[in-house]
């Protein structure tokens, strides 16, 4: 309970200095975007980073070098808890918008900084909707910004990932990028599992290799949201054995 009294603490400075920095780039954006995203996200990564270490998580992450840093990509990753966000930020390249629900695009203080860093609110109800944002992300590929998905569409509360959306890779399909499959383990026991504890464990973070949809066969490619599952589905069993490894739990 007292990491999460620390978090929730660290947070009220963080509003404090969030309020001159809302007006910097509310007009920043007006004359240059990407610096404003890029310069907001240098600071929300330091945040994010702040509390990944105050939560007492040791973090292995695997297969970096399979990311470029030359060009935006769509990372697509496996769900289970808020925690695949805040360890994600650390380690993507590039400006990078994720991808969440429109609900947050509301919330208190987190919801003004995921607009600076290019992250998308999607409705998942309003198809409509929906897909405007889609074309969003896909402008913002097109321009150099990379975007993290999440297909299953929710946090999935098992050990079996659900379904992905085939719908979720048209961002890839349509700008031409590359896909970094993302496999994540045991972010859930960070937070999620004892709520509203906050529990030291191990996280592996996996980034596999690139996909690009233009090299797949057409059967694989109208169904890319079930092989790049298949891909991440591989990567994570394989998991258990490198936390074993660590002698961590």
Not at 155 to 162: A, I, K, Q, T, Y
Request: aromatic share 10%; proline share 4%; net charge positive.
């Amino acid at each position: 309970m007292i990491r999460f009294i620390f978090m929730a603490l660290f947070l009220v400075p963080i509003y404090m200095i969030s309020l001159p920095l809302y007006v910097y780039h509310a007009l920043l954006r007006r004359k240059n975007p990407e610096k404003s995203a890029k310069q907001a996200q240098t600071f929300v990564v330091w945040a994010l980073h702040t509390l990944v270490r105050m939560s007492g998580a040791s973090v292995i992450v695997q297969g970096l070098e399979n990311v470029p840093e030359d060009q935006p990509v769509l990372y697509v990753g496996n769900h289970r808890s808020i925690f695949d966000i805040i360890i994600g930020y650390k380690y993507v390249k590039n400006n990078t918008g994720f991808v969440a629900k429109d609900s947050l695009e509301k919330t208190p203080l987190v919801g003004r900084w995921m607009k600076y860093i290019n992250c998308l609110f999607l409705n998942r109800t309003d198809i409509k909707e929906g897909l405007k944002t889609i074309l969003h992300g896909i402008e913002l590929v097109k321009h150099g910004t990379s975007i993290f998905i999440f297909p299953e569409g929710t946090r999935s509360e098992g050990d079996e990932l659900l379904p992905f959306k085939e719908g979720s890779l048209k961002i890839a399909e349509k700008s031409g990028c590359l896909i970094i499959p993302v496999a994540i383990t045991g972010t859930e026991n960070i937070f999620e599992k004892q709520f509203p504890r906050v529990r030291k464990t191990t996280v592996v973070y996996e980034f596999g290799k690139p996909v690009d949809l233009k090299s797949l066969d057409k059967e694989t490619k109208k169904h890319a949201g079930a092989y790049v599952r298949d891909i991440i589905i591989n990567m994570r069993n394989q998991h258990e054995n490198i936390i074993a490894k660590t002698g961590k739990k």
